[in-house]
């Protein structure tokens, strides 16, 4: 994108007889509204381009959010919200060699192998949003932050937002 200096262009444009200081002024209050729309057309250029570039996934919302509600950044941290509430269930089989205490799982255990069920977890969030206002640099505006939050995420993902305070 072109950097265009509108009084030095209408300076060059106007005829050699009309290079008048008069002149200038009148042609700088005439082009005066042109120049405002280019300052508006590039801060929303600049603007487009930043939505443009964060997408809905987790990485970018974190950094949009820090960048826009926290002053030092950093404070705000998205964490997956159904590791908060499914059990550490990890299956072996026994040819693994595992050195811990392992739990084996076989068909002879109480008639087989007992998953949980989707709908056992269908009041956890997919994501927590957690505000870390130790220092109190990070104190959004809680609708504005749902309101952002709404526009940027995927549809049908739940989330919370938890704010720590030490």
Do not use: W
């Amino acid at each position: 994108m072109y950097k265009v200096n509108y009084n030095l262009l209408f300076k060059q444009i106007t005829l050699t007889p009309l290079r008048l200081p008069k002149f200038y002024a009148l042609t700088r209050v005439l082009c005066g509204h042109i120049v405002v729309l280019y300052k508006d057309f590039l801060k929303v250029r600049k603007h487009a381009l930043y939505e443009a570039a964060h997408g809905s996934q987790v990485i970018y919302l974190e950094k949009y959010l820090n960048d826009r509600f926290c002053k030092n950044g950093g404070s705000i941290k998205i964490v997956d919200g159904q590791e908060l509430t499914k059990p550490k269930n990890v299956f072996y089989t026994a040819a693994e060699n595992v050195e811990e205490n392992p739990v084996f799982y076989t068909s002879t255990e109480g008639g087989g192998i007992v998953f949980n069920l989707q709908n056992e977890y269908a009041n956890s969030p997919d994501f927590v949003v957690q505000i870390n206002n130790t220092e109190g640099n990070c104190n959004p505006d809680m609708a504005e932050l749902h309101a952002v939050i709404q526009l940027r995420k995927l549809p049908g993902i739940t989330y919370e937002i938890e704010t720590i305070i030490n």
